[in-house]
């Protein structure tokens, strides 16, 4: 698969499991990776699901603007880096976000998610 | 260097250089770098250099507000533009003495 298919298809699987089923997520967190939310890092797949299962909101949706991606040089990873809009459930206005993944090839041939960074964009 | 204060140091320079003299960007890239600028993929230093150096401005100010986005002032401009960065650090090896 073409790289830039591949994260795209990665984008859409991540954002729908988080839109519709967050403890879905675990399964693409190992215990070494890291998301950093909003300036806080969290380490390994459980404490990052538990983040993002705690988050105040029950529902939300994400849409997404853009989609780059590049190898990122080490393990045959991905470096895939989103900007979007992401809309609260009950709130009138979106808001806007990026967020940087770092994809790791998993021995079965898929990919795991080593590094994650979200942030609101505003200001 | 504790992480979090490398990165800020790191973006200080990136910007302040860009803002101020992008030519000087060659030395913080490598044959082996790519730039993605708006979905346009560059390979290489002198590439992406020379990308940078084309820009249809002379002068510009980013001020950024978290590590990954913040707001780049045009001069002539009345807005800023917002954006958002990522940048992929690698140890650059040590010279052979």
Redesign the interface.
Known sequence: MDPDALAKAFVEHYYSTFDTNRNGLANLYQEGSML?FE?QKIQGASSIVAKLTSLPFQQCHHSIS?V?C?????NAGM?V?V?GNLQLAGEQHTL?F?Q?F?LIPTPQGSYYVLND?F?L?Y? | MDPNALAKAFMEHYYNTFDTSRSGLANLYQQSSMLTLKGQKIQGASNIVAKLTSFPFQQCHHSISSVNCGNLQITGKQHPLKLSQVLSLSVKEPCES
């Open positions: 950093t300036g853009t780059d590049q190898p990122s040089g080490v470096l880096f900007s806007k990026s940087m770092h960074i942030r964009n200001a």
